[in-house]
């Protein structure tokens, strides 16, 4: 039953992943808008996953389906990683380091923010 929890959860996090980048995507800038949709869905789940991760004794099916599965699958290192990548290939020095530093210091930020609002 866990492995479903998680199976169900990550297929979700999938989902909302891909509409995500869906939604924001535009022909006349297509890595800008991936890594758009990277970032916000990185900081998403970094703060789902900071709220997750502070709440007092949490259902261990629900906690596995939330946090393992829909973070780990709406959130994106592999994605992340190929678009700095990108970047710095196209020599977009700036925007790589920039999109690099955005990404780690709004996670951890989101992440961070998120679990001391839901220890209040």
């Known amino acids: 039953m866990n ?3 998680v199976a169900l959860g ?3 996090g999938s989902l909302f992943r891909w509409s995500l980048s869906a939604l924001l995507k535009r022909a006349d800038a297509p890595l800008l808008t991936a890594s758009v949709a990277t970032l916000l869905a990185n900081v998403a ?14 259902d261990a099916r629900i906690q596995l389906a939330l ?8 959130s994106t290192m592999s994605t992340f990683s190929w678009e700095v990548l990108q970047w710095a290939k196209t020599g977009s020095w700036l925007l790589a380091l920039g999109y690099l ?3 780690l210091v709004l996670s951890l930020g989101a992440a961070s923010a998120a679990y001391m609002l839901a220890n209040k």
């Not at 789940?45 to 949490?58: E, F, T, V």
């Not at 946090?67 to 709406?74: K, N």
Request: with cysteine.
């Open 3 to 5: 492995a479903l929890a």
């Open 101 to 103: 530093s955005a990404t």
């Open 67 to 74: 946090a393992t599965g829909v973070c780990g699958g709406f």
């Open 10 to 12: 990550g297929a979700f």
């Open 45 to 58: 789940a970094a703060a789902l996953l900071g709220y997750l991760m502070a709440r007092p004794n949490p």
